[in-house]
C-alpha cells in the first residue's frame, strides 16, 4: 500500500525559500504512483486544513490557492515517485504543517476529502 512521506520543512526567514517534497513509500511501483494527482494542504495551529496547490499526474495541469500563486511551484518526477513543492518569498502567515495528499483521480480538487492517502505533514515555520 502506497504511504506518502513529507520532508523538506524547517525555519526560515520572511522572504526566504524551502522546497518540500512528498515522496511515495511502500509497495509502490512508478506505475501506480504516477496514477495519483497529489496535493499540498497546509494548516495553522486552531485554523482549519486549507488547499495550497495539486498537481495531475501528468504534471501538466496545476492548481493554486490564490494566497500562494505567483510564489509557489508544485512539480512531480514519477521516476522518483516524488512531487515537490518550491516555496519562495515565504510570509510569516505561511507558517503552518504542511501535508501532501494523494488522489487516484485525473481531476485536482482542492477540498481536502477528496483526497485518499495523506502524509504526516512537516513544519515551515517563517519568522518575521
Known amino acids: 500500500q502506497m504511504q506518502l512521506v513529507e520532508s523538506g520543512g524547517g525555519l526560515v526567514q520572511t522572504g526566504g525559500s524551502l522546497t518540500l517534497a512528498c515522496a511515495a513509500s511502500?509497495?509502490?511501483?512508478?506505475?501506480?504512483?504516477?496514477?495519483?494527482?497529489i496535493g499540498w494542504f497546509r494548516q495553522a495551529p486552531g485554523q482549519a486544513r486549507e488547499f495550497v496547490a495539486a498537481?495531475?499526474?501528468?504534471?501538466?495541469?496545476?492548481y493554486y490557492s490564490d494566497s500562494v500563486k505567483g510564489r509557489f511551484t508544485i512539480s512531480r518526477d514519477n521516476a522518483k515517485n516524488t512531487v515537490y513543492l518550491q516555496m519562495n518569498s515565504l510570509k510569516p502567515e505561511d507558517t503552518a504543517v504542511y501535508y501532501c495528499?494523494?488522489?487516484?483521480?485525473?481531476?485536482?480538487?482542492?477540498?481536502?476529502?477528496?483526497?485518499?492517502?495523506w502524509g504526516q505533514g512537516t513544519q515551515v515555520t517563517v519568522s518575521s
Open positions: 495528499a494523494g488522489r487516484s483521480s485525473v481531476n485536482i480538487p482542492p477540498m481536502t476529502g477528496a483526497y485518499e492517502r
Open positions: 498537481v495531475d499526474w501528468s504534471g501538466n495541469n496545476v
Open positions: 511502500g509497495r509502490t511501483s512508478w506505475w501506480s504512483f504516477s496514477t495519483y494527482a
